[in-house]
């Protein structure tokens, strides 16, 4: 299936920032091994790093068969991140088994690093279709490898890719097709944000598009929680109070929990992300619009009824 480019505009995912433009040259210098990184792409090779080489264990969690394709032969192995294994594992298996068990979710969307190669490795359902918001210079270069080795989707889904710089991402998420009154499910992993402002603006963006009781989850930077990281309690307030304000309910999933389930051991090391799962609460935009619609025509049809009893 061909990939829908839409490239790139200017402004971040925060429109309060603006993304410093990248060119195709520099990217490809990083990917030879070149010393002139693009934070972006240095942080995406960093994560296909790990994967290519969790697919080369003896008994990965996950395989992923296509992120080879944007190392460099002399790429240094990463040191070992269990946490990410187990997020990337979580997340996969949590966007699976939520689709298989609802042959109406259709509609995915993946805010990413622009190397995120779920469409492609992933076993989805007939007919879906998959957004990937991420950086429009990586994905550029992302696709374009993916292209070179043949990489292909089901011919019964479609993946469109919606730049992270983008002014108006709700905007451009509809004009490819979202449909606000249809179910869908978020994922996050990947996606730079620069403050705890642009994750807010992030949720926001959800809470509009995201039909009631569609499902949010994925792994969420640390940092973003500021003093409260690392005390539990002062975590799942922060989050359930974030959340809330945005009409999500909101759970925590500890690693551990995730290790405990796949028969392995917790990670041993510090941790820098939070993996949570949450379900909308509220309509979405669309929904309340055709609400909307439906009562203007009752009271049309009342009023009209009153008219002739007169």
Known sequence: MDIVHQWPLSISLNPRKQA????????????NGN??????????????????????????????????????????????STPYRLATKFIDDELMNRMMSDDELKQVVLFTDGMDTRPFRLNWPRSSAI?????????????????DVGAKMSRTCMLLHVPSESSNIQEHLCEKGFNGNRPSIWALQGLPLKTSASFNDLLFLVSCLAMKGSIFLGELPGWLLGTEFGNMAATRKWMESLFMSHGFQVSIVSY??????????????????????????RFSDAQMERWRSEFDRLEDEGDEEGFEEL
């Open 20 to 31: 410093r433009p990248t060119t195709m040259a520099s990217l490809s210098h990083l990917a």
């Open 35 to 80: 010393h002139h990184p693009d934070p972006f792409l240095h942080s995406a090779l960093r994560s296909a790093s790990l994967r290519f080489h969790e697919s080369h264990r003896s008994a990965p969690l996950f395989l992923d068969p296509y992120c080879g394709c944007f190392l460099s032969p002399d790429t240094a192995p990463p040191s070992a």
């Open 131 to 147: 957004y990937d918001v991420s950086p429009g210079s990586v994905f550029q270069f992302a696709s374009q490898r993916l292209k």
């Open 256 to 281: 551990a929990e995730v290790a405990r389930k796949l028969h392995l051991e917790p990670p041993i090391e510090n941790l820098s992300n939070v993996l949570f799962v949450a379900e909308q609460l």
